[in-house]
């Protein structure tokens, strides 16, 4: 089975600024869809369960996640430079920059489940 894409054509730096590419637009889908998913959740706590608190929680969870996701689109406006650098130090920088994101990323993931595990455990209840 050969690869969809042909890499020969291309150089690493290339392929790497591709998969950061890549694995920003996987993150901002996966936001996008937490914070659809934390809007029904939201209702669910506040008119199935009836707990107020839990639907602000979720409510605030959304507005980070906005918050995060305008910034992501910002990262992603600035990750087209990638393309430009020609030094070490540029790619590097860009490297950690991205790093620092999918860490961001990460903590909000972590930060919503626990809430949803929240949401769960009041409808087993």
Known sequence: ???LVNYAYETDDEIVKR????????WISHLDAMNNEADRLAKIASNKIGDKVLRDELLDNIN??????????????????????????????????????????????????????????????
């Open 64 to 125: 980070d996640n906005i918050n995060l996701l305008n910034e992501f689109y910002t990262y992603r406006n600035a990750l087209n430079n990638v393309r430009e650098c020609d030094e070490l130090e540029c790619d590097q920088f860009y490297m950690h920059q991205h790093d620092q994101v999918f860490e961001k990323y990460v903590e909000c993931v972590t930060q919503y489940r626990d809430i949803k595990d929240k949401v769960y455990q009041r409808l087993l209840l």
């Open 1 to 3: 089975m050969e690869p």
């Open 19 to 26: 998969h950061m590419h890549r694995e920003l637009h996987t």
